[in-house]
């Protein structure tokens, strides 16, 4: 009965002393919270300014967007003053003013349809600068213009007519009529 009693006791006593945590470890487990916390909330400040900036950018293109409408209805209401008073001038004056006067209609008509159309197509120049699209680069384009060595070895086997040029490159006929140049990796390149 003694070594069970002295037994449990000495297993009471490893489980205590392994079940206590040290003291590193509750300071590792500590600084690892904090960090997890401190990147979380430099990334919830970062999320924010971005769209801030998503918001300042959407509120600026719909400010012109604005205003290219209210330049598109003052355009429209100064044409539609214009088109009344001369058809009131068109109402009084006789055959030949009234031909003039159907003139300066048709021509501020013409102005307003141009305003009209310019305003438009500021507006599409605005809309298509905030969205980014793919373009070359002037560098890339002037690479894809560079003449390799790989094609002008394949323009001296070309047999066929040179008929032209085509972005600084020989444009060649083939036995069926297709028209195509020798691209930089000395391949053919059809052309509509």
């Known amino acids: 009965m003694k070594k069970i009693a002295l037994l449990g006791l000495s297993l009471l006593f490893t489980l205590g002393s392994l079940a206590q945590e040290t003291k590193t ?18 990334a919830e ?9 998503v918001a300042d950018a959407k509120k ?9 409408k209210e330049e598109i209805s003052k355009a429209k209401k100064e ?6 008073k001369a058809k009131k001038e068109v109402k009084s004056n ?11 209609t048709g021509k501020a008509k013409a102005e307003a349809n141009k305003a009209e159309a310019k305003a ?16 070359k680069t002037e560098v890339e384009e002037k690479e894809d213009l560079k003449e390799t060595a790989t094609s ?12 032209g040029e085509y972005k600084g490159k020989k444009v060649f ?17 059809y052309i509509d």
């Open 25 to 42: 470890t509750k300071e590792v487990k500590k600084a690892t919270t904090e960090k997890a916390e401190k990147d979380k909330k430099a």
């Open 60 to 68: 600026d293109q719909d400010k012109k967007v604005k205003e290219a």
């Open 173 to 189: 006929t083939g036995p069926r009529g297709g028209k195509y140049y020798i691209n930089k990796n000395g391949n053919k390149t």
């Open 94 to 104: 006789s055959a030949s003013e009234k031909g003039q006067a159907k003139s300066t």
């Open 120 to 135: 438009k197509s500021e507006t599409k120049t605005k809309a298509t600068e905030t969205k980014t699209k793919v373009k």
């Open 45 to 53: 400040k970062k999320k924010k300014a971005v769209d801030k900036k």
């Open 79 to 84: 044409t539609d003053e214009k088109v009344s």
């Open 152 to 163: 002008k070895a394949a323009e001296k086997k070309v047999k066929d007519k040179v008929t």
